[in-house]
């Protein structure tokens, strides 16, 4: 499906929203007013009436070199301007304002108006201009984004002191996604669709939310492959505010999304009114796959296929969270590919749209997270108190990204820690909560409850764990005991519980590895950690040392009939942790065509057919 084309001469210009495409709309990055306001106190001082100090390049953050600006201190909170004309040419139409995502509490004025408050760094929101600001009209956009350090809230690996220690790095203020303006019709429009492939039926189920129900309106839906129409669909859009659709597949057309066949259809979504003439419309597509849980497996279109994930982090040296070029994101893709793996834990970050969209076309398999890092209360055995807040980013998170095929499981939280005592505590409540959401919202995925650590919910659908045990023959005795429905739980220091019990869920290790590996360092003597290159374990002397332990590691997995996957960690080195098969900028710092022969050999829950 092409995407429209628009301005070319801003950063990010490339459409947003791959799986809701509306042909006309603005990209508003670039040059923007910009004013830190460091003691939060900007409103009191006019900057919401007077013009910033400054200027920074939108969507990079101000910590960011790409920004402009580069500025790495603490900020509590930044002020952004920017004026804009309304094209005159979409008189008639109503205006949305979209935000991709902005760090972390966002306040949005258009022409003095707040038009839109919104909590979390991660998630999408839209503000409507409706009386505000109409085609032809000039808007001047203010938006004022909070972000302090101090406090519990979702942020991911952004480090709450000065500098980048440990696994957190320098943090993400403000704008980081793209910001764009789209007109839409004024009387009812389509919103986001869900699509969820049923390749049980060879069909998908499409349900196609409206603005409002007017007599006589039909929405409808066009699927459509390299040969033409497949198939098409019509449902009364006057009753429901979110019809459904069925597209039933003929079985000559029917082809299965998979690593090996990342074929997409083309959706066509249409509104119509009494007439049959078309009020709204938008092009979509869709991936026709199952996932599904037996035993201890977990199956791609009925088969068993094991998951090579890599854990990335999606920070870049010039971007920090956002990614310099569209480019980048599919060379993080291929990166993965060329080193065997197929597939990713998109880790602690909500990653942008388009590296899904990428994922959908090359075939690479993703595991959906949330950056929940930085509820720790620091309380005895109350010690992670993730709020309200939480779930509802989470919920805007699977909103958003449903209808991607490349996603085949969802993680809300990962590595909470609490000792598992006999209060019910406020993780309890949330993890569950999270749960169940996800659950709720798309129960056609497996969920983990949390990856690694602390599973709270006894009827999670997957459970694993995390263990960086550098010697292959130690690491083996860890994970030996699966088969017995003895698996390799993590728990606290002192041993303490931190999990309800394993009840013989599909299991994977989904960290591990971490292999210190700092080519400029490998002749020095070895240490557990040091301020500028730190990994997981005593650091390999050489490269040939650092494959025949990643070999050894990966061997202990794939020959374990119950393991239906790993994830190792990880993609890129990310400023001081130097644990990456690439560097931070992306090159090579091993041959990775040894790590690709190394994971690519058959796994031994591959090779068993799943009973009947």
């Not at 939310?209 to 459509?224: E, I």
């Not at 075939?363 to 209360?377: A, I, K, N, P």
């Not at 997981?536 to 040392?545: D, K, L, N, V």
């Amino acid at each position: 499906m092409p995407l429209p084309a628009n301005r070319t001469d801003v950063p990010r210009p490339e459409y947003p929203r791959p799986q809701f495409v509306r042909d006309e709309w603005l990209n508003l990055n670039g040059r923007w007013q910009f004013e830190a306001d460091r003691g939060d106190s900007g409103l009191e001082r006019g900057l919401r009436e007077r013009e910033p100090a400054g200027e920074i390049t939108v969507p990079f953050c101000p910590e960011s070199e790409l920004s402009g600006v580069g500025e790495t201190d603490f900020l509590e909170a930044v002020w952004y301007r920017h004026t804009v004309t309304v094209p005159a040419e979409w008189a008639g139409s109503d205006v949305l304002l979209h935000f991709g995502a902005v760090d972390h509490d966002a306040t949005v004025w258009v022409n003095g108006t707040e038009v839109a408050r919104h909590r979390g760094g991660f998630t999408p929101f839209t503000a409507e201009l409706r009386g505000v600001a109409a085609p032809g009209d000039e808007a001047v956009i203010v938006v004022r984004a909070r972000d302090s350090r101090h406090g519990l809230q979702a942020r991911g690996k952004q480090a709450t002191w000065y500098a980048n220690t440990h696994c957190h790095y320098t943090r993400t203020t403000g704008i980081w996604q793209t910001v764009w303006l789209e007109p839409v019709p004024a009387a009812v429009r389509l919103k986001r669709p869900r699509v969820t492939p049923d390749l049980g039926s060879g069909a998908f189920h499409v349900e196609l939310p409206v603005t409002a129900n007017l007599p006589g309106h039909q929405v409808r839906a066009v699927l459509s492959d390299a040969r033409g129409e497949v198939v098409s669909a019509a449902a009364r859009a006057d009753l429901d505010l979110a019809p459904k659709l069925v597209l039933t597949v003929p079985e000559d057309r029917v082809r299965p999304w998979s690593p090996a066949d990342p074929h997409l259809y083309d959706l066509r979504l249409e509104l119509l009114d009494a007439e049959g003439a078309v009020v709204d419309a938008a092009g979509s597509y869709a991936g026709l796959r199952s996932v599904a849980l037996h035993g201890k497996r977990v199956l791609l279109n009925g088969e068993p296929l094991f998951q090579r994930l890599v854990l990335d982090q999606g920070y870049y040296p010039d971007g920090l969270m956002t990614a310099p070029t569209d480019a980048d994101l599919v060379r993080d893709i291929e990166l993965g590919i060329r080193a065997g793996f197929n597939g990713a834990r998109l880790h602690q970050k909500v990653f942008e749209e388009r590296y899904l969209y990428h994922a959908d076309r090359l075939g690479y398999l993703v595991w959906g997270e949330f950056g929940d890092w930085g509820c720790e209360s620091g309380v005895r055995d109350d010690n992670q108190r993730p709020d309200a807040s939480y779930v509802a980013q989470w919920l805007e998170a699977l909103e958003r990204d449903h209808s991607h095929p490349s996603i085949i499981g969802w993680c809300p939280l990962n590595e909470t820690y609490q000792h598992l005592h006999d209060r019910i505590t406020q993780l309890d409540d949330v993890t569950r909560a999270m749960f169940l959401a996800t659950k709720l919202a798309d129960p056609s995925r497996p969920v983990i409850d949390a990856s690694g650590y602390a599973h709270r919910v006894a009827e999670t659908d997957v459970y694993d764990s995390h263990c960086y045990e550098q010697d292959p023959r130690a690491f083996a005795k860890t994970m030996a005991g699966l088969a017995e429905d003895r698996p390799y739980v993590n728990a606290g220091p002192d041993g303490r519980t931190w999990s309800l019990p394993y009840r013989g869920q599909p299991y994977f290790c989904s960290e591990f590895g971490g292999i210190w590996w700092d080519p400029a360092a490998a002749a020095t003597a070895a240490g557990d950690e040091t301020g500028s290159s730190w990994g997981y374990g005593e650091r390999p002397r050489s490269a040939t040392e650092f494959t025949e332990r990643f070999t050894g590691l990966v061997d202990v997995l794939l020959d374990d009939p119950d393991m239906f996957g790993y994830c190792y960690t990880q993609l890129t080195d990310v400023f001081q942790e130097r644990n990456g098969v690439y560097a931070f900028d992306r090159s090579e710092k091993l041959d990775t065509a040894v790590l690709h022969r190394a994971q690519t050999r058959p796994a031994a829950s591959e090779s068993r057919t799943p009973a009947p």
